[in-house]
């Protein structure tokens, strides 16, 4: 009902409404927001929720709801409406999102110390730990929800209402009250790009995809790491079930769900680029198909974070299963190349040498503690350097001077 009210004032401003009749038609739509909100839409023959409006406020005072769709149509408040549900998503995304990765940083923290193989093509590469990994997920996330609070910023400044079906209107309506009572910015430059275009809604898909990316590799790891050759996590049993025929299993079902369900959401983008691919200016019906993409993108993915973060909260690692992986893989060998590097021996030189003893089996002997404290680059996977990056990003993430930034 803001949508009507905003409108309302500004057809008051422009003399279309008196002060009576916009008393009327403010307490009208109060009225029918107390009685319906939250409710489903009555049975009627009136063609969509906005005409049912209308109807319902003529129906409740009289002359003064007839004169309320002066200078706007029904595609510039689908558009308005659509853009403001999309500014909330966004922000509910974002929230989402920095619970996620408050987890992920707090966690970070905790296994910082905890040696555990990094890996290349799914083999073994380099010392690291625990919570290097999950800061990865961290790092992502909290790098998302930055983008997604400076999209919803861009959303925010531009308001398409009163833009009217496609080129304004007649009436001088000053559409800057409509913005402002909105908590737009403005009003959009162009009534045609206005009610042409879904451009939020792409954006938010796009961004919605690429969170969905992340959560899928962070379950795709998770799955890696609890099969029965590594057995590196002891997966939270509420997350997983047992097998109906073999007693001997536990299925991740939890991140194999995360996986599969993350994959609506990736493709509502390619979906909804298609929809817009060659439309013509102008409004068109075919735009009334993305409502329900956007829809149940956004909620699907807020509701997945939701998932991840409290497995997240619950996931363990085996101390004794990881110790024995570290020792596989050779996984010192850039070390030893790097420490030869140092004494004056030129790379590839380096590089050959520590080959050769790989393959003939030796290994350097340092410890994992060692081998972790010897890394010494900015984001490197130092247990240190994990813990003050982890610190870094919960102050960004909780700091009310950073916003976009």
């Not at 906005?50 to 510039?76: I, M, Q």
């Not at 970070?108 to 905890?114: C, F, G, K, P, T």
Request: aromatic share 6%.
């Amino acid at each position: 009902m803001r949508l009507q009210q905003a409108h309302a004032r500004a057809l008051a401003e422009a003399g279309v409404l008196s002060a009576e009749e916009l008393a009327d038609v403010k307490a009208g739509l109060e009225r029918i927001e107390s009685r319906f909100a939250g409710r489903p839409c009555p049975s009627s023959p009136d063609e969509d929720l906005h005409t049912w409006v209308e109807t319902a406020l003529v129906d409740t005072v009289g002359g003064a709801g007839r004169k309320v769709h002066t200078a706007r149509s029904r595609n510039d408040q689908v558009a308005t409406l659509l853009r403001m549900y999309v500014i909330d998503a966004g922000e509910r995304l974002a929230d989402a999102l920095a619970s996620l990765a408050r987890t992920a940083c707090r966690r970070a923290e905790e296994w910082s110390a905890l040696p555990m193989p990094m890996m290349t093509h799914q083999q073994f590469a380099a010392p690291g730990t625990a919570g290097f990994w999950v800061l990865r997920y961290a790092a992502a996330l909290e790098r998302l929800r930055r983008h997604v609070l400076w999209c919803a910023a861009q959303w925010r400044r531009e308001c398409p209402l009163g833009s009217g079906a496609v080129a304004g209107s007649s009436i001088r309506v000053d559409r800057r009250i409509q913005a402002r009572e909105l908590g737009f910015d403005g009003p959009s430059a162009s009534a045609l790009e206005s009610t042409s275009t879904r451009d939020e809604c792409v954006e938010l898909l796009a961004l919605a995809a690429q969170a969905a990316l992340h959560l899928q590799s962070f379950a795709a790891d998770v799955i890696c790491f609890s099969q029965t050759p590594l057995g590196w996590v002891r997966y939270p049993a509420e997350f997983g079930t047992g097998s109906s025929m073999m007693p001997n299993k536990r299925n991740p079902d939890a991140m194999e769900l995360l996986r599969g369900e993350c994959c609506a959401v990736a493709a509502a983008h390619g979906q909804a680029v298609l929809l817009l691919k060659g439309l013509p200016s102008g409004y068109n019906r075919d735009l009334q198909c993305l409502k329900p993409l956007v829809r149940r993108a956004a909620e699907g993915l807020i509701r997945l974070c939701s998932l991840a973060d409290a497995f997240l909260g619950r996931l363990e690692f085996d101390p004794d299963r990881l110790t024995e992986s570290m020792r596989l893989g050779a996984m010192d060998a850039t070390m030893r190349m790097e420490e030869l590097v140092r004494r004056g021996t030129p790379l590839r030189d380096a590089h050959h040498r520590v080959a050769e003893q790989v393959a003939q089996g030796a290994t350097g002997g340092r410890d994992a503690a060692a081998l972790l404290e010897s890394y010494c680059t900015i984001g490197g996977a130092n247990p240190a350097e994990t813990r003050g990056v982890a610190a870094a990003l919960l102050a960004r993430l909780t700091g009310a001077s950073e916003q976009f930034g």
